[in-house]
Every structure is written in structure tokens, then in C-alpha cells.
């Protein structure tokens, strides 16, 4: 039964990923007058859910591996170490979120 449901939320993502990137490209598709098939839209959401899926696993790991049982902030930027300009945005609005946090805590 616990299989069933897990089974019917993960079809439930990826037809809701599958929306989201058909939507995305058909944008695209507009905006540069270019056509695309609708294999190609499922080729890329295939791609785009296994890059979730190693994310998420990544995420979990090193979450793990800190004997945490919950992802922060710290995992996501372990996780984007090898990419220096996303770790720069991340890190940048982390910082920010912390500092309106400390600041909302100040003013109590």
C-alpha cells in the first residue's frame, strides 16, 4: 500500500515536471520561432528528473554524512562547490536570509 501511494506522488512529480518543462520550451519555442517534438520535451524531462533524483540523493548524503537527519543551507552549497558562479548566488542570498533573520531578532 505504502508502495502504491509513493509510486502515484512520484508519477504525480513527473507529470507536474513534465507540465513545467513543456511549458518552459514552448516559451522558448515561441520566442525564437523554432519547433521542437514532443520527444524532445519528454527526452529532457527524463534528463531533468535524473538530475533531480542525484541531486536529492547528493543532498541526503552529505546531510547524512554530517549526522544530521534534515538538508540545510550548508549542504546545498557543498553541493554547488564546483560550480563557483552558482555558489556565489547561493551563498550570496544565504547570507542575506541570515542577516534579515539576525536583524528581525534584533528589533524583538
Do not use: Y
Not at 505504502?2 to 512529480?13: M, Y
Not at 534528463?47 to 537527519?69: C, K, P, Y
Request: proline letters at 1%; aromatic letters at 6%.
Amino acid at each position: 500500500m505504502a508502495d502504491e501511494s509513493e509510486e502515484e506522488a512520484r508519477e504525480q512529480l513527473k507529470a507536474a515536471l513534465w507540465f513545467a518543462v513543456g511549458k518552459m520550451v514552448d516559451e522558448e519555442t515561441l520566442r525564437r520561432n523554432r519547433n521542437v517534438t514532443p520527444q524532445f520535451i519528454g527526452a529532457l524531462t527524463e534528463m531533468v528528473w535524473a538530475q533531480i533524483e542525484n541531486v536529492a540523493l547528493d543532498l541526503e548524503n552529505f546531510s547524512r554524512h554530517a549526522g544530521r537527519t534534515t538538508i540545510n543551507t550548508d549542504d546545498v552549497l557543498l553541493l554547488a562547490r564546483r560550480n563557483q558562479d552558482l555558489h556565489a548566488i547561493i551563498k550570496d542570498f544565504v547570507d542575506k536570509q541570515k542577516a534579515a533573520k539576525a536583524k528581525g531578532k534584533l528589533k524583538r
